[in-house]
Protein backbone atom coordinates (compact mmCIF):
# COMPACT_ATOMS: atom_id res chain seq x y z
CA UNK A 1 0.00 0.00 0.00
CA UNK A 2 1.36 3.21 -0.81
CA UNK A 3 0.85 5.23 2.08
CA UNK A 4 1.74 8.81 0.13
CA UNK A 5 -1.83 8.11 -1.12
CA UNK A 6 -3.35 8.67 2.04
CA UNK A 7 -4.66 11.93 3.14
CA UNK A 8 -3.42 15.68 2.62
CA UNK A 9 -0.44 16.48 4.01
CA UNK A 10 -0.11 12.15 5.24
CA UNK A 11 -3.08 13.18 7.50
CA UNK A 12 -6.25 10.25 6.77
CA UNK A 13 -9.39 9.72 8.62
CA UNK A 14 -11.05 5.87 8.69
CA UNK A 15 -13.25 6.63 5.40
CA UNK A 16 -10.60 8.19 3.46
CA UNK A 17 -8.34 4.75 4.39
CA UNK A 18 -11.73 2.23 3.47
CA UNK A 19 -12.29 4.85 0.30
CA UNK A 20 -8.67 3.16 -1.26
CA UNK A 21 -9.75 -0.56 0.28
CA UNK A 22 -8.04 -0.48 3.86
CA UNK A 23 -10.68 -1.97 6.17
CA UNK A 24 -10.07 -1.86 9.79
CA UNK A 25 -8.07 -5.32 9.95
CA UNK A 26 -5.59 -3.07 7.59
CA UNK A 27 -5.35 -0.12 9.41
CA UNK A 28 -4.69 -1.84 12.80
CA UNK A 29 -1.49 -3.70 11.18
CA UNK A 30 -0.61 0.02 10.00
CA UNK A 31 -1.07 0.82 13.29
CA UNK A 32 0.68 -1.97 15.13
CA UNK A 33 3.64 -1.46 12.51
CA UNK A 34 4.41 2.10 13.32
CA UNK A 35 3.76 3.21 10.18
CA UNK A 36 0.60 4.96 11.12
CA UNK A 37 -0.62 6.58 14.10
CA UNK A 38 -3.43 7.43 15.82
CA UNK A 39 -4.09 11.39 16.13
CA UNK A 40 -7.92 11.37 17.61
CA UNK A 41 -11.06 9.79 17.38
CA UNK A 42 -11.30 8.47 13.62
CA UNK A 43 -8.25 10.04 12.42
CA UNK A 44 -4.96 8.93 11.66
CA UNK A 45 -1.56 10.33 10.20
CA UNK A 46 1.25 8.31 8.34
CA UNK A 47 3.82 8.01 10.89
CA UNK A 48 6.59 10.15 8.73
CA UNK A 49 4.57 13.60 8.33
CA UNK A 50 4.49 13.29 12.28
CA UNK A 51 7.03 16.02 13.43
CA UNK A 52 8.45 14.68 16.72
CA UNK A 53 7.85 17.85 18.54
CA UNK A 54 4.56 18.80 20.95
CA UNK A 55 4.20 21.71 18.30
CA UNK A 56 4.10 19.44 15.42
CA UNK A 57 2.07 16.67 16.91
CA UNK A 58 -0.65 19.80 17.15
CA UNK A 59 -0.20 21.04 13.98
CA UNK A 60 -1.53 17.58 12.66
CA UNK A 61 -4.18 17.11 14.57
CA UNK A 62 -4.98 19.96 14.70
CA UNK A 63 -5.34 19.18 10.90
CA UNK A 64 -7.33 16.28 11.38
CA UNK A 65 -9.82 18.14 13.59
CA UNK A 66 -10.19 20.60 10.90
CA UNK A 67 -10.97 18.62 8.20
CA UNK A 68 -13.70 16.55 10.76
CA UNK A 69 -15.58 19.42 11.08
CA UNK A 70 -15.37 21.14 7.92
CA UNK A 71 -18.18 23.35 7.11
CA UNK A 72 -19.33 23.40 10.94
CA UNK A 73 -16.07 24.80 12.39
CA UNK A 74 -12.82 26.10 11.76
CA UNK A 75 -9.59 25.74 13.31
CA UNK A 76 -8.64 28.95 15.38
CA UNK A 77 -7.06 30.24 18.78
CA UNK A 78 -3.49 28.74 19.55
CA UNK A 79 -3.84 25.90 17.22
CA UNK A 80 -4.49 28.30 14.31
CA UNK A 81 -0.85 30.02 14.96
CA UNK A 82 0.33 26.87 15.03
CA UNK A 83 -0.98 25.78 11.46
CA UNK A 84 0.10 29.39 10.31
CA UNK A 85 3.80 28.71 11.76
CA UNK A 86 3.76 31.27 14.17
CA UNK A 87 5.53 31.13 17.82
CA UNK A 88 3.34 30.26 21.32
CA UNK A 89 4.04 30.72 24.37
CA UNK A 90 2.44 29.19 27.61
CA UNK A 91 -0.71 27.27 25.48
CA UNK A 92 -2.04 23.77 26.19
CA UNK A 93 -0.96 21.69 23.02
CA UNK A 94 -2.78 18.63 24.33
CA UNK A 95 -5.92 20.59 22.96
CA UNK A 96 -7.03 21.66 20.18
CA UNK A 97 -9.39 24.53 19.61
CA UNK A 98 -12.15 25.65 16.85
CA UNK A 99 -14.24 28.01 16.85
CA UNK A 100 -17.77 27.46 15.06
CA UNK A 101 -19.32 28.96 12.01
CA UNK A 102 -21.54 31.16 12.26
CA UNK A 103 -25.33 29.25 11.68
CA UNK A 104 -27.79 30.41 8.97
CA UNK A 105 -30.31 33.25 9.98
CA UNK A 106 -33.00 31.71 11.99
CA UNK A 107 -30.98 28.19 13.12
CA UNK A 108 -30.50 27.45 16.85
CA UNK A 109 -26.55 28.69 18.16
CA UNK A 110 -24.95 26.70 20.91
CA UNK A 111 -24.54 29.06 23.89
CA UNK A 112 -21.78 27.30 25.10
CA UNK A 113 -18.65 26.10 23.76
CA UNK A 114 -18.44 21.82 23.57
CA UNK A 115 -15.26 20.07 25.12
CA UNK A 116 -14.08 16.56 24.85
CA UNK A 117 -10.39 15.49 25.96
CA UNK A 118 -8.44 17.05 23.30
CA UNK A 119 -10.88 19.46 21.81
CA UNK A 120 -12.84 22.79 22.68
CA UNK A 121 -15.42 23.70 19.97
CA UNK A 122 -15.91 27.67 20.60
CA UNK A 123 -19.44 28.84 20.06
CA UNK A 124 -19.98 31.21 17.41
CA UNK A 125 -18.19 34.63 17.17
CA UNK A 126 -19.89 37.40 16.31
CA UNK A 127 -19.06 39.28 13.44
CA UNK A 128 -16.42 36.25 12.23
CA UNK A 129 -16.40 36.98 8.29
CA UNK A 130 -16.21 33.37 7.01
CA UNK A 131 -14.70 34.40 3.59
CA UNK A 132 -11.90 35.78 5.24
CA UNK A 133 -10.92 32.99 7.45
CA UNK A 134 -7.59 32.02 5.62
CA UNK A 135 -6.26 28.61 4.64
CA UNK A 136 -3.72 27.15 6.37
CA UNK A 137 -2.29 26.05 2.81
CA UNK A 138 -3.34 26.04 -0.96
CA UNK A 139 -4.87 22.60 -0.59
CA UNK A 140 -8.47 23.21 -0.30
CA UNK A 141 -8.73 19.71 1.85
CA UNK A 142 -6.61 20.97 4.38
CA UNK A 143 -8.17 22.51 7.95
CA UNK A 144 -9.55 26.14 7.53
CA UNK A 145 -8.96 28.68 10.11
CA UNK A 146 -9.91 32.18 11.73
CA UNK A 147 -7.92 35.10 10.54
CA UNK A 148 -4.30 35.05 12.12
CA UNK A 149 -5.46 38.34 13.97
CA UNK A 150 -8.41 36.76 15.62
CA UNK A 151 -6.38 33.53 16.63
CA UNK A 152 -3.92 36.36 18.20
CA UNK A 153 -6.66 37.50 20.27
CA UNK A 154 -8.51 34.51 21.28
CA UNK A 155 -5.22 33.04 22.03
CA UNK A 156 -4.89 35.95 24.66
CA UNK A 157 -8.42 35.15 25.90
CA UNK A 158 -7.57 31.77 27.08
CA UNK A 159 -3.98 31.64 27.92
CA UNK A 160 -3.52 35.72 28.52
CA UNK A 161 -1.37 38.39 26.82
CA UNK A 162 2.24 37.31 27.10
CA UNK A 163 0.52 34.38 24.36
CA UNK A 164 -0.99 36.65 22.26
CA UNK A 165 1.90 39.32 22.40
CA UNK A 166 4.59 36.69 21.56
CA UNK A 167 2.52 35.61 18.26
CA UNK A 168 1.25 39.08 17.54
CA UNK A 169 5.06 40.24 17.43
CA UNK A 170 5.86 37.43 15.28
CA UNK A 171 2.75 38.15 12.65
CA UNK A 172 3.47 41.60 12.25
CA UNK A 173 7.32 41.29 11.39
CA UNK A 174 6.50 38.33 8.76
CA UNK A 175 3.84 40.89 7.64
CA UNK A 176 0.65 38.35 8.84
CA UNK A 177 -0.92 41.13 10.20
CA UNK A 178 -1.15 44.86 11.05
CA UNK A 179 -1.99 46.71 13.86
CA UNK A 180 -4.89 47.75 12.10
CA UNK A 181 -5.92 44.03 12.17
CA UNK A 182 -5.31 43.77 15.67
CA UNK A 183 -7.60 46.50 17.06
CA UNK A 184 -10.74 45.32 14.84
CA UNK A 185 -10.57 41.99 16.14
CA UNK A 186 -10.30 43.34 19.80
CA UNK A 187 -13.29 44.74 18.85
CA UNK A 188 -15.37 42.22 17.11
CA UNK A 189 -14.35 39.56 20.46
CA UNK A 190 -15.27 42.74 22.73
CA UNK A 191 -17.69 41.28 25.69
CA UNK A 192 -15.43 37.60 25.82
CA UNK A 193 -14.07 37.17 29.50
CA UNK A 194 -10.33 38.01 29.63
CA UNK A 195 -10.08 40.76 26.82
CA UNK A 196 -9.33 43.44 28.97
CA UNK A 197 -5.62 42.80 29.20
CA UNK A 198 -5.28 41.35 26.07
CA UNK A 199 -6.79 45.01 24.97
CA UNK A 200 -4.72 46.69 27.05
CA UNK A 201 -1.37 44.73 25.62
CA UNK A 202 -1.53 44.47 22.21
CA UNK A 203 -1.08 48.41 21.57
CA UNK A 204 2.51 47.29 22.41
CA UNK A 205 3.06 44.40 19.81
CA UNK A 206 6.37 44.98 17.93
CA UNK A 207 7.68 43.42 14.59
CA UNK A 208 11.33 44.45 15.92
CA UNK A 209 11.13 41.75 18.67
CA UNK A 210 12.71 39.03 17.28
CA UNK A 211 11.99 36.04 19.68
CA UNK A 212 9.12 35.29 22.16
CA UNK A 213 12.40 36.03 24.46
CA UNK A 214 12.64 39.24 23.64
CA UNK A 215 8.54 40.26 23.29
CA UNK A 216 8.22 38.80 27.28
CA UNK A 217 11.18 40.82 28.32
CA UNK A 218 9.63 44.09 26.69
CA UNK A 219 6.39 42.73 28.40
CA UNK A 220 8.00 42.80 31.99
CA UNK A 221 10.26 45.79 31.26
CA UNK A 222 7.19 47.70 30.57
CA UNK A 223 4.78 46.12 33.46
CA UNK A 224 8.10 47.04 35.22
CA UNK A 225 7.23 51.10 34.23
CA UNK A 226 10.60 51.30 32.38
CA UNK A 227 10.35 52.06 28.98
CA UNK A 228 12.35 49.45 26.79
CA UNK A 229 13.55 50.73 23.08
CA UNK A 230 13.78 47.26 20.85
CA UNK A 231 16.71 46.67 18.13
CA UNK A 232 18.32 50.10 18.83
CA UNK A 233 22.05 50.72 17.06
CA UNK A 234 25.07 51.72 18.29
CA UNK A 235 28.45 52.63 17.96
CA UNK A 236 31.37 52.04 20.06
CA UNK A 237 34.82 52.18 19.27
CA UNK A 238 34.57 52.87 15.35
CA UNK A 239 32.11 49.48 15.33
CA UNK A 240 28.27 49.27 14.47
CA UNK A 241 26.86 46.97 17.41
CA UNK A 242 22.54 46.48 18.32
CA UNK A 243 21.32 45.64 21.21
CA UNK A 244 17.92 44.11 22.43
CA UNK A 245 16.88 46.64 24.25
CA UNK A 246 17.71 50.40 25.48
CA UNK A 247 15.71 51.55 28.50
CA UNK A 248 15.15 55.47 26.91
CA UNK A 249 16.23 58.00 28.72
CA UNK A 250 19.23 56.15 29.97
CA UNK A 251 22.37 54.60 28.74
CA UNK A 252 21.50 51.26 29.98
CA UNK A 253 20.80 48.31 27.23
CA UNK A 254 19.18 45.13 28.43
CA UNK A 255 19.90 41.74 26.31
CA UNK A 256 18.02 38.70 26.14
CA UNK A 257 19.96 35.14 26.20
CA UNK A 258 17.47 32.37 25.13
CA UNK A 259 18.90 29.01 24.20
CA UNK A 260 22.12 28.50 24.19
CA UNK A 261 23.77 30.73 22.24
CA UNK A 262 27.22 30.25 22.62
CA UNK A 263 28.14 26.70 22.39
CA UNK A 264 31.04 27.82 20.06
CA UNK A 265 33.91 29.69 22.11
CA UNK A 266 34.43 31.90 19.19
CA UNK A 267 30.83 33.31 19.10
CA UNK A 268 31.19 33.77 23.13
CA UNK A 269 34.62 35.39 22.80
CA UNK A 270 32.94 38.02 20.51
CA UNK A 271 29.93 38.00 22.20
CA UNK A 272 32.54 39.09 25.37
CA UNK A 273 34.49 41.42 23.10
CA UNK A 274 30.86 43.45 22.20
CA UNK A 275 29.80 44.04 25.36
CA UNK A 276 33.58 44.96 26.91
CA UNK A 277 33.15 47.82 24.14
CA UNK A 278 30.14 48.85 25.01
CA UNK A 279 31.02 49.21 28.59
CA UNK A 280 34.15 50.92 27.54
CA UNK A 281 31.67 53.34 25.57
CA UNK A 282 30.17 54.38 28.88
CA UNK A 283 27.06 51.78 28.61
CA UNK A 284 25.50 49.15 31.36
CA UNK A 285 24.59 45.45 29.95
CA UNK A 286 21.49 43.71 31.90
CA UNK A 287 21.50 40.50 30.74
CA UNK A 288 18.11 38.49 31.07
CA UNK A 289 17.60 34.52 30.39
CA UNK A 290 14.14 32.26 31.05
CA UNK A 291 14.21 32.19 34.02
CA UNK A 292 14.70 35.63 35.28
CA UNK A 293 11.38 36.36 33.41
CA UNK A 294 9.72 34.68 36.11
CA UNK A 295 10.81 36.83 39.01
CA UNK A 296 9.65 40.38 37.85
CA UNK A 297 11.32 41.83 41.55
CA UNK A 298 14.80 40.63 40.24
CA UNK A 299 14.54 42.33 37.32
CA UNK A 300 13.44 45.46 38.57
CA UNK A 301 16.46 45.67 41.13
CA UNK A 302 18.74 44.69 38.46
CA UNK A 303 17.29 47.23 35.89
CA UNK A 304 16.81 49.84 38.21
CA UNK A 305 20.78 49.13 39.75
CA UNK A 306 22.07 49.42 36.13
CA UNK A 307 20.14 52.77 35.73
CA UNK A 308 21.82 54.03 38.83
CA UNK A 309 25.11 52.63 37.62
CA UNK A 310 25.14 54.65 34.14
CA UNK A 311 24.09 57.91 36.18
CA UNK A 312 27.10 57.85 38.44
Not at 245 to 265: M, N, S
Not at 279 to 302: C, F, K, N, P, T
Request: net charge positive; aromatic share 4%; hydrophobic share 45%.
Amino acid sequence: MRLDLLGADGVFSAADAAALGLDGHALGRLLRSGECVRLTRGWYAVASAVPHTPEGRHVVTAMALGRANAGRAVVSHHSALLLHGLPTYAVDLDTVHLTSLPRPCGARVANASSRRRGLVIHRPAQGLDVSSAAEAGSDPSLARTVPVAWAVVQTGLVHGPESALVAADAALARGRVTAVDLARAVDRLAGHPGLAPVRAALPAADGRHESPGETRTAYLLRALGFEPEPQVELVAEGRRYRADFRIRGTRVLVEFDGAVKYADPRALFQEKQREDALRRAGWVVVRLVWADLADAAEVRRRVRRAIGQAAA
